[in-house]
């Protein structure tokens, strides 16, 4: 088992930025990739942000690509999901996920999730 916790979250007004912290204790993310998910109600969770097991190859949706980075720092054994530009349609509940094999695949074990909300 592969732990997951995921911090950052908060409230903040369209145009602000955020970062999301993933962590896994008792665990290694080197050995995953990581993905952040967002999950608004009544809609299916979306995956948004993936980054690869060697971290060398990251992938966005279409909704957040050139306004979120999603970082792997293994020495810190954190994913980092840097949200610029923010807008009220990224209000959501953001999960932290790992495969054990790579972003293409189903994800192995989630985190909690976390509250974003984006509003003036």
């Known amino acids: 088992q592969l732990q997951l916790v995921e911090s950052g979250e908060g409230s903040v007004q369209p145009g602000g930025t955020l970062r999301l912290s993933c962590v896994a204790p008792?665990?290694?993310?080197?050995?995953?990739?990581i993905a952040w998910f967002r999950q608004v109600p009544g809609k299916e969770r979306e995956a948004i942000a993936c980054?690869?097991?060697?971290?060398?190859?990251?992938n966005y949706s279409d909704s957040v690509q050139g306004r979120f980075t999603i970082t792997k720092i293994n020495a810190r054994n954190a994913v980092y999901l840097q949200m610029n530009n923010l807008k009220s349609s990224d209000t959501g509940r953001y999960y932290c996920a790992a495969s054990s094999i790579g972003c293409s695949y189903p994800m192995d074990f989630w985190g909690k999730g976390i509250q974003v909300t984006i509003s003036p």
């Open positions: 008792g665990g290694t993310v080197a050995y995953y990739a």
């Open positions: 980054v690869s097991i060697n971290g060398q190859r990251t």
